[in-house]
């Protein structure tokens, strides 16, 4: 199987997984006590709940949250991990993932958040580098509008996490800007893992560190 088909079966997984314990569960505030032990908020990261930069992006409020993280995935999956293979790619969204964890803590810290959004906003942004870097116009694809409207959508919806998706995105695009550097840049193999790595390691900072 291959990394993007095992993500959307995790989290389309865990979207149904939520629905069936949402019946056996409370709801506080209109969050079932299954979100409240997954989402991303700065009083759970304060008391040490670091996993939660990881859980929240598994979480989807909604069946049209999870289906349209899910369909850009599937279709930045479907272009990246033939070229990259599944790690660089699953590199790539987890640090991305970090990132939107971290920018959603700096911009909305006690907002309740959750969902892939970051994730995917970080590969559609590493992509989008990517073309850059190698002489292509992502506005001649559809990738660029793609891009260029979800952020768009990310500024004019209420309720959307900004901080959650600028934070992906950007750590994306630094990932991006390496791993999918053109050849005559000549980097060493081991940028491409340990950069990202760093990168990844400077969110989790900013995460963590409540005086950001």
């Not at 506080?28 to 996993?51: C, H, K, N, S, V």
């Not at 409207?149 to 990932?175: D, Y």
């Amino acid at each position: 199987m291959s990394f993007t088909n095992a993500i959307i079966a995790t989290n389309v997984g865990l979207y149904v997984w939520g629905i069936l314990n949402s019946f056996a569960t409370t709801s506080r505030g209109g969050i079932t006590d299954y979100e409240a032990r997954l989402g991303l908020m700065r009083q759970f990261i304060d008391a040490g709940e670091w996993y939660r930069l990881i859980s929240s992006g598994f979480l989807h409020f909604g069946l049209l949250h999870v289906a349209m993280n899910m369909f850009l995935l599937f279709q930045l999956g479907r272009m990246l991990e033939p070229l990259l293979g599944p790690g660089k790619l699953g590199l790539i969204y987890f640090v991305s993932m970090l990132g939107g964890a971290a920018g959603a803590l700096l911009l909305s810290p006690n907002a309740f958040t959750g969902g892939a959004s970051g994730a995917v906003f970080g590969v559609m942004a590493a992509a989008v580098v990517g073309m850059r870097e190698r002489g292509t116009n992502p506005f001649r694809t559809g990738l660029g509008m793609t891009f260029a409207i979800n952020i768009a959508f990310t500024l004019a919806i209420p309720g959307v996490s900004i901080g959650g998706h600028f934070g992906g995105a950007i750590a994306g695009a630094l990932c991006g800007a390496v791993i999918l550097a053109p050849a005559q840049w000549r980097l060493p193999a081991w940028s491409q893992t340990v950069i990202p790595a760093l990168i990844g390691l400077a969110a989790i900072y900013i995460a963590v560190t409540p005086s950001l």
